[in-house]
């Protein structure tokens, strides 16, 4: 499912499935594009918080057109305890490595992974972070 | 053959891409298909200038025929300069029988008995365009061929379409000859400038597709389908704005394809409003500011605005108006009276 912000509009919530992971897109040369995932946050219930949240940054290839500060990024990433990646969706083959992640993640998430939570999935991310 | 005639001819070669050239020769029609088979369109272009010049020499070009092949060039790189459109006033509404001889003959009396030295040519196309190239002297020295103005006038239309040389101040007197040979009252330069001739045709002659509102929805099946969102697996939550966006932008810029357009300018003479204990213009004078917005394809890009979600929805009246009011330069003034609003002046 994509929306363009949060909450997600009222008169299709009974269309929707269960939902395993959000993924909030950030494009980095686009101060709304950060105020908007920042408004939405306040709409998505502390549950989720729990490793089914991840930050997609876009755009980090054209290094002269960013308009956000890496740190605000990754402060973000930290307040709310999910990873961070960053990718840039207009090369190819970055996009399907992306998509290839976001997929895999997605499955720990949905728990068909078994013995691999969600959270303990986190943890492992933002250890080899800290790294 | 004069030197300045054998000259401008080169450097006139010399601009035509070399694939082009035999086409544009041809077209010309001045040197034989005996003559043209001759030239070698294989080497670098200087030697085919040169060997270009050398049969014009032969057949004692004069500056007549070197201006038709300018006219050509122009005719066919017509985008690469900038065009104003005119528009002239009638003041009776007698429908005149157009006579274009007596048209190229009022038009040529006009300037040459103001300016002795000019360089006036005429060409006349199939759409009913007649393109005028004058090349402007002075008094005391021989014309400027390599500045001259170019005029497009369709005579069953009161508007004319100039390309003016640097030398504005001969302006005046290019539209001058224009109303008299055009049997016109006056003549007024409106607010619109495009590379595109045919875009300025289109906006004025209004042979765009606008949009007419109708009171009948269209049926779901004439709606274009989104390339790339086939893939029934991905939902979009906000579909019935995205739709909405859709249906907005339909209706302020309609189906089918712009007119090319690389500028539109405003000019802004409003007051600076901010809060009072801001207080930052004491003087209360209007505050001066150009906003101008450029692309190749200026109204293709506002019409992309609102669906990549760059703008909202409806976009201004003021960005959407322009094929309609048919200026793409504006001047934002503050509206007297009780409502301090901002309005376009006419």
Known sequence: ?131 | MDETVAEYIRRTVLKIPRDEIKMMLQKWGFLSEAQLQTLNFHQIKDNISQEVVQLCEENAADIKQAAVLDIIYNHTYQNKRMWSVYQMRKTGEELEYFDLTDFKKKFKRRLQSALKNVTITFREYEDDAIWIRVAWGTPYRQPNQYKPSYVVYHSQTPYVFISASVLKSNLPLLCQALIVASNYHDIREMELRSHSLNSLKDIVFKRYSQNFHTYCPKPPQARAVEPGSVDLRIINENRSEKERIQRLNQEAFGDGPQPILQFAQYKLETMFKSSPEMDVLDKKEPFRCLVKFSSPHLLESLKSLAPAGMADAPLSPLLTCIPQKARNYFRIREKKGFFPESFVSP
Request: glycine share 6%; net charge neutral.
């Open chain 1, 1 to 131: 499912h994509i929306a363009t912000s949060l909450p997600l509009p009222s008169e299709r919530d009974h269309l929707r499935p269960r939902i395993d992971l959000i993924v909030f897109v950030i494009d980095i040369k686009s101060k709304c594009s950060l105020k908007n995932v920042e408004a939405s946050l306040a709409y998505v219930d502390a549950s989720f918080f729990l490793g089914k949240v991840c930050f997609l940054v876009t755009g980090v290839g054209r290094v002269n057109c960013c308009s956000i500060e890496p740190n605000a990024i990754s402060k973000l990433g930290e307040a709310y305890c999910s990873p961070v990646l960053f990718c840039e969706l207009e090369l190819e083959g970055v996009r399907v490595a992306t998509a290839q992640r976001l997929l895999r993640m997605l499955q720990i998430c949905a728990g068909l992974v078994p013995g691999f939570s969600a959270l303990s999935f986190s943890l492992l991310m933002r250890n080899s972070a800290d790294d």
